[in-house]
C-alpha cells in the first residue's frame, strides 16, 4: 500500500517537473522572440546628454524656422535646409565633443 502511494507520489512529482519545464521553455522562446535589443554606444553614458540632445534640436529646428520664414526663394530655402542637414553632424563633433586632443 505504501509503496503505491510512494509510486503515484513520485509519478506526480515528475509530472509536476514536466509541466514545469515545458513552461519555462516556453517562456524562454517567447522572451527570445520577443526581447527588445538595446542598442547602445558601447559606453556606459550615451554620448550626449538630455540638455545636449535638446540643445541639437532646439537649434536646428530654429535655423530652420529663420531659413524658411525670411528667405523668399525657394532654391536658398533648399540648399540651407540640406547643408544643415549635411553639416551638422560634423559641427555638433567639433563643438560638443569631450575629447581632449
Known sequence: MRA?????RLAEGQARRL?????????RRLRA??????RGTGRISPRRSRAERAGIVLVAAALLFLTWFYLDSFPAQL??????AVASPALIV???DRRTR
Open 4 to 8: 503505491r502511494k510512494r509510486a503515484a
Open 33 to 38: 522572440l520577443f526581447r527588445l535589443r538595446r
Open 94 to 96: 567639433l563643438t560638443l
Open 79 to 84: 540648399a540651407i535646409t540640406v547643408l544643415l
Open 19 to 27: 509541466k514545469a519545464e515545458r513552461r519555462e521553455n516556453r517562456r
